[in-house]
């Protein structure tokens, strides 16, 4: 392949990531339809599960949202028995928020439909395909995270 601008590369990305987005968050609506949760909530509970208990601040800053909004995501996770809420025993003013068994399973269960949805996009690409891929992926995720420090 010849070199390609790294604009045109953009354009390109551009292009083609919504499609294959797209088809993904079809597959993946019809998983969360079922369940009752949408994706905002569903990326909530991944982080809880993932990171445990948390403080709503904490919560909020690492979705890079206010206070507000990821209290509004909460109050229906709690509703629905996804996560409890609770004071922190030494401050009141600190809202703790932590999975539940319901919670955890859903999280599952989502990560579960997640893979099925990436065996099957990428049964269709070579292995050395989906190998270059990955690497491509590593390699960018690496980069991202060096320009935070």
Known sequence: MAHMPLAEFADKVTEIMPVIMREFLKKETE???KAKITIPQLVV????VREGELRMSDLARLMNV???AT???VDRLVREGYVARESDAEDRRIIKVRPT?????IVKS???HKKAIIVKMFSVVSDTEREEYLRILTV????MRDLKS
Not at 45 to 48: A, E, I, Q, R, Y
Not at 101 to 105: D, F, L, M, P, T
Not at 140 to 143: G, I, L, Q
């Open 101 to 105: 068994a319901k919670g955890i399973r």
């Open 71 to 73: 209290t509004g995501i």
């Open 66 to 68: 206010t206070t507000a």
């Open 110 to 112: 989502a990560n579960e």
């Open 31 to 33: 998983e969360f339809y």
């Open 45 to 48: 509970l991944d982080m809880l």
């Open 140 to 143: 960018v995720r690496d980069k």
